[in-house]
C-alpha cells in the first residue's frame, strides 16, 4: 500500500459526459501527479500539482483540467468524454516538487474509466 | 527531449533462471531512473531507483539494477526469478527541470514459466 488513495476505483460512463476522479496523496505529500495509462499511448503524465499550484503540464487534453484543494487532495475532471478517453488514471504522489534532486513518485491504484 | 526505451515487449522466463530487463534513456542531464512492478489490476510499486553514487543499486524483492552512463542504460536484472515475478516493468526517468515528471518506458510484460 503506497499510501496514495484514489476513488472511485471504476468507472462506467457515456460519451459527452462528464466525470471527476479524485485523489489523496500520502500524508505529508505536496505534489500531485496524474497519469493516463491506455494501451495504445503507453503511461503518459498528465499534470503535476504542488501545494495547490499547477507545476508542470504534460500531455493533457483541453477537455480535461485539474486542480488541488487546500487539503492537498486532487481532482481530475474529464469532459466531451470520448471513447478514447478510455484508460487506467493514475494519481501519484512526492514530498515536493521534484527540484533538482528528482523525487521518488508513489502511485495509487489508479482509477479505471470505460466510456461507452 | 527525455525517453525511454524498453525494447523488450514482452520476456518468459522458466521459474528460477536468471532475468535481465532492458532500460534504455534520452535525457541531457544527470538522469533519475527508476524501476516499477506493475501486477494484474494494481497500481505502480517501486522496485528501485537511481539517483547518483554507486551505480549498482539494489531494490525490493531480490532486484537490481546498474546505471551505465557510457550505454545510458538502466537494466533491471534479477539471479533467480519467482513464479510472483509475473507482472508488467516500467522504466522510467524523473525530469527535474520543469517540476518531477516522469518520462516512462512502454514496459515488458513478464511470463514465469514453473
Known amino acids: 500500500d503506497s499510501g496514495v488513495t484514489q476513488t472511485p476505483k471504476h468507472l462506467i460512463t457515456a460519451t459527452g459526459q462528464r466525470v471527476t476522479l479524485r485523489c489523496s496523496p500520502r500524508s505529508g505529500d505536496l505534489s500531485v501527479y496524474w497519469y493516463q495509462q491506455s494501451l495504445d499511448q503507453g503511461l503518459q503524465f498528465l499534470i503535476q500539482y504542488y501545494n495547490g499550484e499547477e507545476r508542470a503540464k504534460g500531455n493533457i487534453l483541453e477537455r480535461f483540467s485539474a486542480q488541488q484543494f487546500p487539503d492537498l487532495h486532487s481532482e481530475l475532471n474529464l469532459s466531451s468524454l470520448e471513447l478514447g478517453d478510455s484508460a487506467l488514471y493514475f494519481c501519484?504522489?512526492?514530498?515536493?516538487?521534484?527540484?533538482?534532486?528528482?523525487?521518488?513518485?508513489?502511485f495509487g491504484p489508479g482509477t479505471r474509466l470505460l466510456v461507452l | 527531449a527525455q525517453s525511454v526505451t524498453q525494447p523488450d515487449i514482452h520476456i518468459t522466463v522458466s521459474e528460477g533462471a536468471s532475468l535481465e530487463l532492458r532500460c534504455n534513456y534520452s535525457?541531457?542531464?544527470?538522469?533519475?531512473l527508476f524501476w516499477y512492478v506493475q501486477s494484474p489490476g494494481q497500481g505502480l510499486q517501486l522496485l528501485l531507483k537511481y539517483f547518483s553514487g554507486d551505480t549498482l543499486v539494489q531494490g525490493i524483492k531480490g532486484f537490481e539494477a546498474e546505471f551505465k552512463r557510457s550505454q545510458s542504460s538502466f537494466n533491471l536484472r534479477k539471479p533467480s526469478v519467482h513464479w510472483s515475478d509475473a507482472a508488467e516493468y516500467f522504466c522510467a526517468v524523473g525530469d527535474s527541470n520543469t517540476g518531477n515528471q516522469f518520462y516512462f518506458g512502454t514496459g515488458t510484460s513478464l511470463t514465469v514459466i514453473p
Open positions: 501519484a504522489s512526492s514530498v515536493s516538487v521534484g527540484g533538482a534532486r528528482g523525487e521518488t513518485q508513489y
Open positions: 535525457y541531457g542531464a544527470t538522469p533519475y
